[in-house]
């Protein structure tokens, strides 16, 4: 173990974004932070989770940010530089569309208001987080990619930034959601349980965390953390660049969250005259502001780039690609700037009634959020800031509605009573795996027609789903053990389903490639395990059968219905057309993967950096709790793009027990050993102790910095 003090800081009065100026005395550093956020010290455990223990609550996000800024500078830097609108500036033409729908939409102006608007408190802490970056990236400059540096030093202006642009303009309305494709998922997806202690062999409630998000270092990078200060000490992961913890438990509750369907935003198709618009049958004309960005030329000169932002009554204006649509965009939630103050003041809360005060600040733009506590309390909520149709459903809103009537230009949203929760339900356990609201636990305890049709779709509810509400409501009470196991399930629900149909359609058959895999999958235990000789046979076949992935429904005898909706889809519509299909898989496998009974760990390959373990678990749509999304093949092995993330499951018992994982490790930096060392967990389907007392963190620490 070793012990560092932080030697070396970037100026930390303020600042504007992007200047250079630089202070780089040592004992100025230490007292800058001991100063004015307080002092503390981060120990590094043995996996490289900092354990931050700050003597304020300013310096708690001071050493959080230093620790970001250790384990994942180079995309931590690249993220903030994007969310100033300025990354065409920084690294070329490529980020020019980018910038320019940022600024369009006003986002570094509102990340300035939005900043002036903190209490006082939460602008030194969003200060201290951004000096705890500057901090370690001046003591560890050459630890950082030349092309980023330039964004340097930063301040509570960018961290409030980022976090404006992470929710508003990249989950709610990314520029590729509004302008390009309605049905981009630019948010990933999720498992949440929440069991209560009637379902509970101990009598203690427990959480599973579970966010299934990219592999690829990015702005959905999770970040692992312990942070202590007076009034607040949460364990949980954030998004690399956030300062708060979204998915986090202390030692009375915890929370997490999936992606759902909440419709945050409302594009609008305008009827164009005369250089304006058309609105309830009066010529408009657009409201104009002149904008500028800059762009990096190959010979590193810049180019100022001038362009006119038109206004319609609605929001700000934009022309589809092709030019044949024009639309205005009105966003939700841009008066709200609490996000992170919500966050926050979740993680302090140490009751439902205080977590439930936090809830009613509707800040946060979208997520379902389950949540469970030590005296028995769990809770689904399918949260957001909804705006207020006066009908229509979610189909309708989710592409341009017609721009030339006050009719649709919604002026309200809903409030935290009208969204769909269930608290404490007779079941003993709440769910989410990205499906709508209707099936958050079993019996439902929730109608869709009690809701706008807007809110929801009403389904169909993914296989995934349906294996979450299978492995929690069936056989008797479960204790902590069983509730881990039940998590890493890689049984596929589809193949339950499909298997024996296909058997029965199959008899009499005498094609030999047929009957070769109906051996397979009679044989196969149905599971997405490394030594697997049938998944990818199964897996290939599921992929022609249910096209655009797993979802199509037309080859299925029944498709899904809420009335039925645990057991269906189901059957095979043309049986001799689903033995084609078979046939069709074998010659497919063995083209893909060299053989039809590949051992699928074999070519499915947990891999980061030069770590390679046999894979397991499976495509979500295809019923596999433990979802993983597998690359195409490449050099003879496929690799998770997007999948087991963090997870962090929980009984609030005394002892507490905390159990979890961070997949590809706690950090994206080269040459760091954190890369890839919990891969060995992840291929044997094991977790973590996840170490809370202080203590135990002495116990394991590596490393310590104090400031």
Known sequence: MRSVAVGLTLALTPLVAGSSALITSGAQAQSVAKGRFGGGEILWDSFGVPH????????????????????????????????????????????????QWLIGNDVPQRGLAWYKQ??????????????????????????????VRQVLPLTGVDIMTHAHKLMNFQYIASDRKVL?????????????????PSRSASGNAMLLANPHLPWAPGPLTYMEAHINAPGL????????????????????????????????????SLTLADGGYVFDGKKMPFKTKQKTYKVKQPDGSLKAVTFTQRYAVQGPVFDLPGGKQTIAVKVAGLDRPGVLQQYLDMGKAHDWKGFEKALRQMQVPMFNIVYADRAGHILYLDNGIL???????????????????????????????DLPKVLDPKSGFVQNANDPPWLSTWPRALDPQAFPAYVANVGPVSQRAQMSVKLLSEGPKFSFE??????????????????????????????????????????WDRQYTANSSAALLFETWAAIFAPNNFANQSNYAVKWTLDDPLQTPRGLKDPNAALAMLKQAVARTKELYG??????????????GDTSMPGNGGFGNTGIFRTITWGPMKNG????????????????????????????????????????????????????TLWIDRKDVEAHVEDTTRY
């Not at 207020?388 to 009573?417: F, I, M, N, Q, R």
């Not at 993330?645 to 159990?659: C, H, L, R, S």
Request: aromatic share 10%; glycine share 10%; proline share 6%.
């Open 52 to 99: 931050v223990y700050g003597k304020t609550e300013a310096g708690a996000f001071y050493g959080f940010g230093y620790a970001q800024a250790h384990n994942h500078g180079n995309i931590l830097l690249r993220m903030y530089g994007e969310s100033r609108a300025k990354a065409a500036e920084y690294w070329g033409e490529k980020f020019s569309s980018q910038d």
């Open 118 to 147: 903190q209490a006082p408190q939460m602008r030194a802490n969003l200060d201290a987080f951004a000096a705890g970056i500057n901090a370690y990236a001046a003591a560890n400059i050459d630890k950082l990619d030349p092309e």
């Open 180 to 196: 390009a494709d309605p049905e981009a998922n630019e948010a990933g997806g999720s498992n949440a349980w929440a069991v209560a």
């Open 233 to 268: 000490s949460i364990y949980g992961a954030t998004q690399v660049g956030l300062p708060v913890m979204r998915f986090g438990f202390n030692n009375d509750l915890g929370f997490t969250n999936t992606v759902n369907t909440m419709l945050g935003y409302t594009s609008y």
């Open 387 to 417: 705006p207020k149709h006066p009908e229509g459903d979610v189909k309708y809103w989710s592409k341009p509605v017609p721009g030339d009537t006050s009719k649709t230009l919604w002026t309200d949203v809903h409030s935290y009573e």
């Open 482 to 523: 069983d509730f881990i196991a039940k998590k890493h399930e890689t049984q596929s629900l589809m193949a339950d389903r499909m298997i024996p149909a296909l058997v029965q359609a199959a008899q009499g058959n005498s094609d030999p490639d047929v009957r070769k895999a109906i051996e397979l999958l009679i044989a």
């Open 595 to 608: 053989a039809v009974d590949r051992p699928y760990g074999e070519v499915s390959r947990f891999r980061v």
């Open 637 to 688: 092995e496929r690799t998770p793009l997007a999948g087991e993330t963090w997870v962090a499951m929980i009984e609030f018992g005394t002892p507490m027990k905390a159990k979890g994982l961070m997949s590809y490790g706690s950090s994206s930096q080269p040459g760091s050993k954190h890369q890839g060392d919990q891969l060995p967990y992840l291929s044997e389907r094991k977790l973590r």
